[in-house]
């Protein structure tokens, strides 16, 4: 059984379709790209997956289950956890701060607890839980600078730190390299492919085609909002559809 599947899945805004009868399936411990021209439901897909918006048709399932119906809450709970295309950090936080406020989010401390004292005992393992990942992402020696102050691929970094604060089990990246320099981008692949090494499986929807083909498993293809084809980087790098897709038609080029 697939980890994840999208089946047959339509997303209409009005009358506009902006996903339409898409199927795919990401097995556990798989990276997996989701890529496509700009407009091609990339982002809808994401945002239906991790319950901002219902299905107009179709089913997401998840470990064979139908999440397609429950609230972003139920479904992160669930372990799948998505990042967004604009660093959503507390800019005046420092770095532990941040990730701290994501374990707290998915802390479970009861008030009987805290009032006879295992409150503390989870504070303390709160707090080295985002020591560990915040160690983890690189970012120790930066934990005490505030989010606004790091530069744009820690930044970045950071709001992966605190996806992982939630102790995800399938983690969706939105567009995690955009505006990165090729440092940055180096570096952040590296860091992706050691969250996978953690036991984490990743979908991400990314633009940069270098990082895309560098790390993927596999590739899922859309366009106009359909799955167009997919596959592993070199079977899609060379499907004459997609080089279409992107470049347009020879006489489009000319």
């Given at each position: 059984?697939?980890?994840?599947?999208v089946d047959?899945?339509?997303?209409?805004?009005g009358?506009l379709?902006?996903?339409?009868?898409?199927?795919?399936a990401?097995?556990?411990?798989?990276?997996?790209?989701?890529i496509?021209?700009?407009?091609?439901?990339?982002t809808?897909?994401?945002?239906?997956i991790t319950?901002?918006y219902?299905?107009?048709?179709?089913r997401?399932?998840?470990?064979?289950?139908?999440?397609s119906r429950?609230?972003?809450?139920?479904?992160?709970?669930r372990?799948?956890?998505?990042?967004?295309?604009?660093?959503?950090?507390?800019?005046?936080?420092?770095?532990f701060?941040?990730?701290?406020v994501?374990c707290?989010l998915?802390?479970?401390?009861?008030p009987?607890?805290?009032?006879?004292?295992?409150?503390?005992?989870a504070?303390?393992?709160?707090?080295?839980?985002?020591?560990?990942?915040?160690?983890?992402m690189?970012?120790?020696?930066?934990?005490?600078?505030?989010?606004?102050e790091?530069?744009h691929?820690l930044?970045?970094?950071?709001?992966?730190?605190?996806?992982?604060?939630?102790d995800?089990?399938?983690l969706?990246l939105?567009?995690?390299?955009?505006?990165?320099?090729?440092?940055e981008?180096?570096?952040m692949?590296?860091?992706?492919?050691?969250?996978?090494?953690?036991g984490v499986?990743?979908?991400?929807?990314e633009?940069?085609?270098?990082?895309?083909m560098g790390?993927?498993?596999?590739i899922?293809?859309?366009?106009?909002?359909?799955?167009?084809?997919?596959g592993?980087?070199?079977?899609?790098?060379?499907?004459?559809?997609?080089?279409?897709?992107?470049?347009?038609?020879a006489?489009?080029v000319?």
């Amino acid at each position: 059984m697939p980890l994840l599947e999208v089946d047959n899945l339509t997303r209409r805004f009005g009358g506009l379709s902006a996903v339409s009868d898409l199927s795919f399936a990401v097995e556990e411990g798989e990276i997996r790209g989701l890529i496509g021209p700009n407009g091609a439901g990339k982002t809808t897909t994401f945002n239906v997956i991790t319950g901002f918006y219902r299905p107009t048709g179709g089913r997401i399932l998840y470990r064979g289950e139908d999440i397609s119906r429950l609230s972003t809450n139920q479904i992160a709970k669930r372990g799948l956890v998505r990042t967004f295309q604009h660093t959503t950090l507390f800019q005046e936080f420092t770095a532990f701060k941040n990730v701290l406020v994501g374990c707290h989010l998915h802390a479970r401390v009861s008030p009987l607890g805290a009032i006879f004292g295992a409150g503390h005992a989870a504070e303390r393992e709160i707090e080295d839980r985002a020591r560990e990942i915040l160690a983890f992402m690189g970012l120790a020696e930066r934990r005490d600078e505030l989010a606004a102050e790091l530069p744009h691929g820690l930044q970045r970094a950071l709001g992966v730190a605190v996806a992982l604060a939630a102790d995800p089990k399938v983690l969706l990246l939105d567009e995690p390299f955009t505006g990165m320099n090729p440092e940055e981008t180096r570096r952040m692949m590296e860091l992706v492919r050691r969250v996978r090494e953690r036991g984490v499986t990743l979908l991400l929807v990314e633009h940069d085609m270098q990082a895309v083909m560098g790390l993927c498993d596999r590739i899922t293809v859309l366009n106009f909002g359909r799955l167009l084809t997919e596959g592993t980087p070199e079977e899609v790098r060379n499907h004459p559809d997609v080089i279409e897709a992107y470049l347009g038609t020879a006489s489009d080029v000319a």
